[in-house]
């Protein structure tokens, strides 16, 4: 029979053996997303370039929003998929048919805001960073589609691009707001900026509370690699802003950070509805 020293030799043989091996299939896979990541930021510059500038001699001139929106969603819709990322919604029956709404949304990562553009409406606009405006061909497009830039830390002209949105929605397009202003590194909320609640209160529009999850294991920290993943979708019960003052609106975005909690307490997606 084989002595103490000879079985702990095995076992030590053993675990050097698993440990390579995991050490491989985690090179490999490392390899395969750096792939597929490179692949799918070729595919995102080589359709904005193209797209965005057929947009910008076609669709602009001739005020054809909706060419912007396919071209939009068409890229979102490439980029994704090469890059393997996919996503489940649940709550699609609580967005109201032929109403306009702001969708309030927290934020993880890098991939939530094409992923909502995809999942939530067919035509989003969305209240962004103006510094974004700075991306050629991109931040034109964006304008164009008749996304609304806020200049932080200029408090007049964010209040002035506010007016102009909400005014977008009286007229019938939907928002994406992401209030945090920016991504979260835990699972934890940052606290939300009042802006996107002032824009929905002045439009009497429903804030329809979004959580996503899911996004951060696709692109880690300090990383330009993007990993396959499946994002959680989760939209809750519209809350009501009709009636209310901008006076209520710390009230409004304590109901809209409660729904979201809720929404981030039930976890992953794994039946869409």
């Known amino acids: 029979m084989p002595g103490p020293d000879t079985v702990r030799a ?8 698993a440990e390579a091996g995991r050490r491989v299939s985690e090179l490999v896979s490392t390899g395969v997303a750096a792939v597929r990541s490179v692949t799918a930021f070729a595919v995102a510059a080589i359709y904005v370039a193209v797209a965005g500038t057929l947009g910008l001699l076609v669709a602009v001139p001739f005020k054809w929003k909706g060419l912007l929106y396919e071209l939009g969603h068409g890229g979102v819709w490439l980029a994704l998929g090469a890059a393997g990322i996919h996503y489940r919604v649940a709550g699609r029956r609580h967005i109201p048919a032929g109403q306009a709404v702001v969708f309030c949304a927290n934020h993880q990562s890098n ?24 991306l050629p061909i991109f931040g034109r497009v964006m304008e164009a589609g008749g996304f609304v830039a806020v200049e932080r830390g200029r408090r007049d002209e964010a209040l002035a691009s506010i007016d102009i949105a909400a005014a977008s929605i009286r007229s019938g397009n939907s928002f994406l707001i992401f209030p945090e202003g920016t991504r979260s590194r835990t699972d934890e909320l940052l606290p939300f900026k009042k802006g996107g609640f002032i824009m929905a209160i002045t439009a009497q529009a429903p804030i329809l509370p979004v959580a996503i999850m899911g996004g951060r294991a696709a692109m880690r920290k300090g990383s330009a690699i993007v990993r396959p993943v499946t994002v959680s979708i989760r939209i809750g019960a519209p809350i009501a802003t009709a009636g209310r003052s901008l006076a209520e609106r710390d009230t409004v975005i304590a109901d809209v950070r409660a729904a979201i909690q809720a929404l981030l307490a039930l976890g992953p997606v794994t039946t869409e509805d």
């Open 111 to 134: 991939v939530d805001p094409p992923v909502l553009f995809r999942a939530l409406h067919p035509r989003l606009h969305v209240l962004f960073k103006a510094e974004l405006l700075k």
């Open 10 to 17: 095995g076992h030590l043989s053993l675990h050097g053996f």
